[in-house]
């Protein structure tokens, strides 16, 4: 185990509340914690809760070969396990000295002090019999595992019930519950056990201690007992020496809280019995306290109808906005738009320029040229029109109707001119991309 030790002041705070008689959880000296039995769905299955120690017990059974040396007598197995969810101190995958001696004082105080009939589980002698397996599962550990182990486990099989079975020849049918109904087990008497702590050499006893007080505790008293006082199993352990005066004073004291224990066990018995006979909810999703958050539930108030849509339109009528505040599209340049007063998006924008300058620069005509150079030089007059931006520099010029129909020609000189001059735009342009990749 990986305790986490105690510092000194914390040592020297409990035993000197426990030497006030206080107790850190504020119980009085022979005070017991709170117990609450919660049942599962099916038979056999419990969940006690001593304070904060919560302890799971599941039982089942299944047909064996019985012993050689009892031929008629079933068998019962008890396996306790303390698993790192219940503390940090119990390592997974490991048997420690805490949970050997717990299995070893569970026999002692359930198997061999014979609270059930083994002779009532057998089902044909020295061939087929009942085997009980009772499994305790530690869900939280803040003291005193023992005693609740055993008030869970005993609960566990005072709840449980096995199938039914009948015999022909050699042959053994087991009924399911819906065949047949179960068998409870014949239980003489519940043995529950006490745990008593000594403190300073045995100058002071609690009862049911918790965690804190079983670190700093001298010695560990153990009494199992039935309701009928008769004493199941004993045990010591820590080596303080304890009169005779005391271990009487723990049976009368232990006798007292074991008929308070089983007044309460069997309580919880016949109400879940009564419960499942008359149908009602149970299990341990019913058993726990629904904490939810609640809201107030308003009345269903009639809501008037009448003049509903007008009212919507005069709504929508007054929403509208007018035409006047809404922004027209600005439109920059070809490609770009905007809408309303914002950053003007200047994107190709000088590109654009500088091609409409050199266009400019490109068709004005040398000023040699007569009056016919300059009116074939406007656009109306001649359009030139690129089909094919090729590295073959193809350019194809076409004359327009309107300048045959009024008699109008060009001049070849004048079109090789031109057309040398838009060769020449084109290079520059070439020469661009060419800079440009580069």
Same mark, same amino acid.
């Given at each position: 185990?990986?305790?986490? #030790? ?11 509340a426990? @030497?006030?008689?206080?107790?850190? !959880? ?30 799971? @017990? ?28 219940a503390s940090?101190a119990? /390592?997974?995958g ?11 004082l ?7 002090s ?12 020295? @061939?087929?019999?009942?085997? +009980?397996?009772v ?6 550990? !803040? ?40 068998i ?8 529950? @056990? ?6 300073? =050499? ?27 006082? /008769? ?14 005066? =005391? ?14 224990i ?8 016949? %109400? !879940?019995?009564?419960?499942? =006979? ?9 058993? +726990? #306290? ?6 107030f ?13 007008? =009212? ?15 922004p ?5 340049? #070809? ?9 003007q %998006? ?15 620069e ?8 007569? %009056? ?67």
């Amino acid at each position: 185990m990986r305790d986490t #030790p105690l510092s000194n002041c914390e040592r020297q705070f409990i035993l000197q509340a426990i @030497a006030e008689r206080q107790r850190l !959880d504020g119980r009085q000296t022979y005070d017991y914690r709170n117990i609450k039995i919660t049942f599962g769905t099916e038979y056999g299955c419990c969940i006690v809760e001593l304070g904060k120690t919560r302890v799971l @017990a599941q039982v089942s059974c299944e047909l064996v070969t019985p012993k050689l040396s009892r031929p008629t007598e079933g068998i019962i197995f008890f396996n306790l396990e303390l698993s790192p969810m219940a503390s940090p101190a119990f /390592e997974p995958g490991r048997q420690s000295e805490l949970l050997v001696k717990l299995n070893r004082l569970l026999e002692r105080c359930l198997r061999n002090s014979k609270c059930i009939d083994t002779e009532s589980l057998c089902v044909v002698a020295g @061939a087929k019999v009942w085997q +009980i397996r009772v499994d305790l599962h530690l869900l939280n550990h !803040d003291g005193n595992i023992i005693d609740a182990a055993s008030i869970a486990a005993i609960v566990a099989l005072s709840h449980f019930k096995r199938p039914d079975v009948s015999i022909q020849g050699e042959e053994v049918t087991v009924y399911t519950p819906e065949e047949r109904d179960p068998i409870p087990l014949s239980i003489h008497h519940m043995p529950i @056990a006490v745990s008593f702590a000594f403190f300073q =050499q045995g100058t002071y006893l609690l009862v049911d201690p918790i965690e804190h007080e079983e670190r700093v505790m001298d010695g560990l008293l153990v009494i199992a007992m039935n309701k009928h006082r /008769e004493l199941c199993t004993i045990q010591s352990s820590g080596g303080i020496m304890l009169l005779k005066d =005391q271990v009487l004073r723990c049976t009368k004291i232990a006798g007292v809280k074991v008929a308070e224990i089983t007044e309460l066990m069997q309580k919880a018995l016949e %109400n !879940d019995k009564k419960v499942r =006979q008359e149908g009602g909810k149970f299990g341990f999703a019913e058993s +726990i #306290p629904n904490k939810r958050i609640t809201t107030f539930k308003l009345d269903e108030a009639p809501v008037d109808t009448d003049g509903v849509e007008e =009212q919507a339109e005069e709504i929508v009528t007054k929403a509208e906005p007018s035409p006047s505040l809404i922004p027209k599209p600005i439109v920059c340049a #070809p490609g770009t738009g905007q809408i309303g007063e914002g950053i003007q %998006n200047e994107w190709m924008i000088d590109d654009l320029e500088e091609e409409e300058e050199e266009d400019e620069e490109d068709i004005v005509p040398e000023p040699g040229l007569g %009056n016919d150079n300059e009116k074939a030089s406007k656009p109306t007059d001649v359009e030139i029109i690129q089909l094919s931006d090729s590295e073959e520099e193809e350019l194809i010029i076409l004359e327009p109707e309107g300048m045959q129909k009024k008699g109008r020609k060009i001049k070849s000189e004048e079109a090789q001119q031109i057309t040398s001059k838009i060769v020449s735009k084109n290079n520059k342009k070439k020469q661009k991309k060419k800079g440009s990749q580069l």
